[in-house]
C-alpha cells in the first residue's frame, strides 16, 4: 500500500511538472502517456495486448470456421479473416513497438513503427471495405433458409456487423470524450 501511494506521487508530480513544462496542449498529453507507459511498465503492456488480441482472435476463428456459409456476400467471412489476422498482427507490432521504448519514450527499433502505420493503413481501407459488404447486405440479409441467395450464417453476420458498429460507436465516444477534456483543458488554464 505504501509503495503505491509512493509511485502515485511519483506520477502525479511528474504530471505536474510536465504541465508546467509544456502547457495543456498535445506535448502535455503526450509527455503524460510517456510518464504513465512508464510507470506502467511492460507486462501491463502485455497483458493490455492479450486482451486486445480477444476480438481479433473471435474474428479470425469463426471467419475461418464458417467461410462457406455466406451465400450472399462471400466476403463477408472473408473481411472476418483478414481483420482477424491483421488485427492479430497489430496488437502483436503494438506490443513490440511499446517494449521497444526507452526511459524517454523514444523508439529504439524506428522500423517497427513503420511497417505498423503501413498495417495501420491497411486496416484502415479493410474496414472501408468491410462497411460495404456488411451494410450493403443489412436489409436483405437471412439466417434461415441456407440454400437462399440471401442467407449468411447469423454469427458470422452479426460479428462482423457489431465489430464494425462497435468501431462507429467508440469513434464517437472518443470524440465526445477529447471534446470535453478539450473544454476541462481550457476551463482549468
Not at 78 to 106: F, H, K, P, R, W
Not at 167 to 173: D, E, K, M, R
Request: with cysteine.
Amino acid at each position: 500500500c505504501v509503495l503505491h501511494e509512493e509511485e502515485e506521487a511519483v506520477v502525479s508530480t511528474q504530471s505536474t511538472g510536465a504541465k508546467q513544462e509544456h502547457g495543456t496542449g498535445l506535448k502535455f498529453f503526450q509527455k503524460v502517456f510517456t510518464i504513465l507507459s512508464a510507470a506502467i511498465g511492460g507486462i501491463a503492456c502485455l497483458a493490455l495486448a492479450a486482451l486486445l488480441l480477444a476480438v481479433p482472435v473471435v474474428q479470425l476463428y469463426y471467419g475461418l470456421e464458417l467461410k462457406d456459409d455466406c451465400t450472399i456476400d462471400d466476403m463477408i467471412p472473408m473481411y472476418l479473416i483478414v481483420a482477424g489476422a491483421s488485427g492479430c498482427v497489430s496488437v502483436v507490432l503494438q506490443a513490440l513497438t511499446c517494449m521497444c521504448n526507452d526511459e524517454n519514450g523514444e523508439s529504439k527499433c524506428p522500423f517497427l513503427k513503420h511497417v505498423q502505420n503501413l498495417l495501420n493503413t491497411f486496416n484502415f481501407a479493410w474496414f472501408i471495405a468491410g462497411n460495404v459488404w456488411v451494410y450493403r447486405a443489412h436489409g436483405t440479409v437471412q439466417f434461415t433458409d441456407a440454400e437462399g441467395e440471401d442467407f449468411c450464417n447469423k454469427t458470422v453476420y452479426l460479428l462482423a456487423f457489431w465489430c464494425i458498429t462497435a468501431a462507429y460507436i467508440f469513434l464517437g465516444a472518443f470524440c465526445v470524450i477529447g471534446c470535453l477534456l478539450c473544454i476541462c483543458m481550457t476551463a482549468l488554464s
